[in-house]
């Protein structure tokens, strides 16, 4: 099957599984890869973290190793090793597409509400009583005395 006697169809099919499984893998990483800065993301911004998106994140990366693996460590028939590397792909991508659409759907339902809350207190002049505007405030306090302090420090 493998070597000198090997086949135009057989070289045909595992040069496309072989293409396959790299791009594949390489785009299931990078989604998964791309899943995490979100989940940072919404760390950084206070925001819950549900601990299905960490689990279904780490799955997508051990997903597309244990299958890069499987495929490097197993070669059996390259018609059907391609129909495997075809379905398992497409599964791979799909549970990705699958995972962003809801993050978007969880985002319009509960995040884009709490942004349009923000913006209509803003609107209406009561920033100041809010956790955002008490935060601002905050940091506004620590530049004035940054600033006190540096003009102290010039006059001496």
């Known amino acids: 099957m493998l070597g000198r006697d090997m086949g135009m ?4 099919f595992r040069g496309l599984e072989v293409a396959l499984i790299h791009m594949g893998c390489s785009a299931v990483v990078a989604a998964a890869f791309m899943l995490a800065v979100r989940e940072v993301e919404r760390l950084r911004s206070q925001l819950e ?16 190793l244990v299958l890069h693996v ?6 059996f028939n390259p018609l059907l090793q391609f129909a495997c590397v075809i ?4 599964a ?5 597409y699958f995972y962003d659409v809801d993050m978007i759907h969880r985002w319009l339902d509960r995040g884009l509400d709490k942004q349009i809350s923000l913006l209509q ?22 530049f004035v005395m940054v600033y ?6 010039k006059s001496k």
Do not use: W
């Open 92 to 96: 791979l991508l799909a549970c990705t």
């Open 87 to 90: 379905a398992a792909m497409g």
């Open 70 to 75: 499987l495929h490097n460590m197993f070669h």
């Open 9 to 12: 169809g057989t070289a045909l």
């Open 121 to 142: 207190t803003i609107e209406e002049g009561h920033l100041d009583e809010t956790p955002t505007g008490f935060f601002l405030e905050s940091i506004k306090e620590s």
């Open 49 to 64: 973290i549900m601990r299905s998106d960490v689990v279904k994140t780490v799955f997508l990366l051990m997903a597309a």
């Open 148 to 153: 006190a302090e540096s003009c102290i420090g």
